[in-house]
């Protein structure tokens, strides 16, 4: 039987500014080509913004880590510019959504819907992917997680289709898995061991005490291998780690 390995990367890049408050995009350029990850999935994205030089910041590292495709969900509106998710992918994408999951006057959220085409053996095989940056009360994640998973994009897809759901969820306590992953038939892929209820921790960058960057996945995949960045470079690069995943397809 045919199968496939695949690395995702998650990381709140934190628009390239670092927790010495300098903008460095060369910066996460060096951790993302370091990771080589297959599919990177990226919040705090800047696009036309003064305080990132107004570079199209996925455009920049798409670019410059040869990445053929992206994807752009931008749901923060500021003055000059607008910021959101990206996902920047080797393999080529199809479907392209951004949800929203704004919760009435609070700060725009959202979560970025690819589809993107995996070769397995002679076959294509579409893996579903949900890029989000969820908000910090508690109140406004569990109102989030479950729009998205009423929404259209996840509930039409099968328990068997392979599916995958990254990024900064600002869940400290960790009750997102237990209450609406776990339920929806989600694994975390992100736990610090199997069966472990704890994540890896990712925040703050420099002495991480929480695991706010989580992968969750169903569907026909399997977890091979996943860890937190330790490069020295990414502890001053954004205040976030990045993760990364690999994972086989069959």
Not at 14 to 42: C, Q, S, T, W, Y
Not at 209 to 219: E, N
Request: glycine fraction near 6%.
């Amino acid at each position: 039987m045919a199968s496939m390995r695949f690395r995702v990367l998650t990381y709140n890049i934190h628009k390239a500014i670092g927790v010495d408050r300098r903008f460095a995009p060369e910066r996460i350029v060096a951790i993302l080509e370091h990771h080589n990850a297959d599919v990177a999935m990226l919040q705090e994205v800047d696009v036309g913004v003064p305080r990132s030089r107004h570079l199209d910041l996925a455009a920049h590292l798409a670019r410059r880590l040869e990445y053929d495709f992206r994807a752009v969900g931008l749901n923060v509106f500021l003055k000059k510019g607008r910021y959101g998710n990206a996902t920047l992918s080797r393999f080529p994408i199809g479907r392209q959504h951004n949800i929203d999951l704004t919760i009435g006057r609070y700060k725009r959220r959202g979560a970025q819907h690819t589809r993107v085409h995996i070769p397995v053996g002679r076959r294509i095989v579409d893996v579903d992917l949900f890029n989000v940056h969820l908000g910090l009360t508690a109140q406004l994640r569990r109102r989030q997680v479950r729009r998205l998973l009423a929404a259209a994009d996840v509930a039409h897809l099968a328990p068997r289709d392979p599916c995958i759901v990254g990024g900064d969820m600002n869940d400290w306590p960790g009750a997102l898995k237990r209450r609406f992953f776990e339920p929806a038939g989600f694994h975390c892929a992100t736990n610090r061991y199997p069966g472990s209820r704890r994540s890896i921790k990712t925040f703050p960058s420099f002495a991480p005490t929480s695991g706010l960057d989580k992968i969750f996945y169903r569907g026909a995949l399997e977890l091979v291998h996943v860890n937190r960045s330790r490069l020295e470079l990414a502890r001053v690069a954004s205040d976030h780690l990045p993760v990364i995943a690999q994972f086989e397809i069959h």
